[in-house]
């Protein structure tokens, strides 16, 4: 996909009658797909961010998941096909919400309660979705992201097969929206709101794979909290045992993947460098603590 440019919007519908500014790419996550677009309109200068896909049926299915979402996701202007270069790809124009990553911020019990309830309605309103993406078959995406990584160290398989080994017998319930990428880089936290990012992958689901990613991308100390804040706005129980081996395999899939990521990258981001880090020491956590625990029953 060409990098987004003050000249391609000039041809779409939405920016053409405005004076495009500056394109700006917004660095969330590990990935470029989100930017930062100021425009005047008249001798008013605005911001809204653009989101670009290449696949128009996988547009049109995230933006009306996004609608779907309401309060959840940015206020959405519009979606449109803009041709490059012979070619097409999908614009998402959305509002540029005000705020702070939620990474970058000290979460107080409020806020938690406030993703914890977000997530739990998200969950429960699979029923009305418009658009039921299927499940992807998790236990396969792993064999798929490992038939990816060339010539693996020793020790990378030795870290590969052990975590398998726990996770193989995870079942996995379809009975839930899941955003898919619950990341703190993909909520804004606002003065009075926190906005979700990113509907890529949300999709039928298992509510346990958005707890886990919750819980692995949060800091280790916000964890129980997350779980007591998940427990009250669902008014269930969470199974630890079961959220464990999620949490294994939500580290082992994204260490797989920026193991890959690192393997074709010409130059690695610092950024990526501690991704791949920080998902590596989760899998190796995660693999010692349920053994542990398996040795001890």
């Known amino acids: 996909m060409p990098e987004l440019s003050i000249q391609l919007l ?27 677009v100021q425009y005047r309109n008249d001798d008013e200068l605005k911001s809204v961010v ?35 270069d012979d070619g097409a790809f999908s614009i998402i124009v959305m509002d540029f919400i005000e ?25 429960q309103s699979l029923p009305s979705c418009p658009i039921k993406r299927p499940s992807v078959n998790k236990l396969r995406l792993i064999d798929d992201y490992w038939q990816l990584i060339e010539q693996p160290s020793l020790q990378d398989v030795t870290r590969f097969n052990s975590a398998v080994a726990l996770v193989n017998s995870l079942t996995f319930d379809n009975d839930a929206l899941i955003h898919g990428d619950l990341n703190l ?3 804004i936290v606002g003065s009075d709101s926190i ?28 964890e129980q909290a997350i779980i007591t804040a998940l427990q009250k706005a669902g008014n269930t ?7 464990t081996r999620f949490k294994l395999y939500y ?8 193991l890959g990521c690192m393997q ?28 542990a625990s398996d040795n001890s029953l």
């Not at 990113?198 to 819980?215: C, H, I, K, N, P």
């Not at 130059?267 to 590596?280: E, R």
């Open 10 to 36: 000039c041809n779409s519908r939405y920016f053409s009658g405005f004076s495009v500014i500056s394109v700006t790419p917004l660095h969330g996550g590990l990935s470029q797909r989100l930017y930062q």
């Open 50 to 84: 653009v989101r670009c896909i290449q696949d128009a049926q996988l547009a049109r299915e995230e933006y009306e998941l996004m609608q779907h979402a309401m309060d959840l996701a940015p206020r959405l202007r519009t979606i449109e096909d803009v041709d490059i």
């Open 99 to 123: 705020g702070d990553l939620a990474k970058d911020c000290e979460l107080s019990t409020l806020q938690l309660t406030t993703i914890a309830t977000q997530l739990t309605r998200l969950h």
């Open 185 to 187: 880089s993909n909520l």
């Open 195 to 222: 906005i979700w990012l990113d509907w890529e992958y949300a999709s039928v689901g298992d509510a346990y794979f958005d707890y886990a990613t919750l819980v692995v991308e949060a800091p280790n100390r916000l």
């Open 237 to 243: 129980v969470i199974d630890s045992k079961r959220l």
């Open 251 to 258: 580290a082992l899939v994204s260490w797989l993947w920026c």
């Open 264 to 291: 074709r990258a010409k130059t690695q981001t610092p950024q990526l460098t501690a991704a791949f880090c920080k998902y590596q020491q989760a899998v190796d956590q995660l693999t010692a603590d349920i053994c």
